[in-house]
């Protein structure tokens, strides 16, 4: 009997320890919904708003797929985290930005936390404009990947999220 109550003991620890385990999740990354969530909580609290929005957009995330796929991305990538100004040369081919939108690059090191990521977006040397207007409207649309690039002083490769946010040119508001 006493072998009997030491084994349900421990399959009874088992259990909770599995239970545990799943309720803490698998350690994946933070959703994009979360992550749009996190930047729209920081950007209000940051411009003193209550009205920025920011939307996952599927479109977005695929145009990022696309670029990734191209030799130049890396670059890219690096360009933004560092803060540096992008060149037209460093845009990929057959990238247009339309006339009637406003788009930011944001890079920031990887972070499973979606606030930690949304402050590490908005450091402040990590994001560049690609458009002639210069401010974001309150509604944003955001498309995300996680990538790397080799930093040429550590030579290491820095995990990061990288973003494009677009919005239409704001309004004057009178």
Not at 133 to 157: H, Y
Request: aromatic share 8%; proline share 3%.
């Amino acid at each position: 009997m006493k072998t009997m109550k030491k084994i349900l003991a421990f399959a009874l620890a088992g259990v909770m320890a599995l239970a545990l385990l799943t309720g803490c999740g698998t350690g994946s990354s933070a959703s994009h919904k979360s992550l749009a969530k996190a930047m729209a909580d920081y950007d209000n609290g940051h411009e003193r708003k209550t009205t920025i929005t920011y939307t996952s957009s599927a479109e977005l995330d695929a145009l990022l797929q696309t670029w990734a796929a191209n030799p130049k991305f890396e670059t890219i990538v690096e360009k933004v985290y560092n803060g540096d100004t992008l060149s037209s040369s460093d845009i990929p081919d057959g990238v247009v930005v339309p006339n009637d939108k406003v788009v930011y690059l944001y890079c920031g090191k990887y972070d499973k936390d979606a606030g930690k990521q949304a402050l590490n977006l908005n450091a402040w040397d990590h994001y560049t404009h690609i458009s002639s207007n210069s401010s974001l409207a309150d509604e944003r649309k955001i498309g995300l990947i996680t990538t790397s690039f080799t930093d040429d002083t550590t030579n290491e490769k820095v995990k990061v999220r990288f973003a494009v946010v677009v919005s239409e040119i704001p309004t004057a508001t009178p």
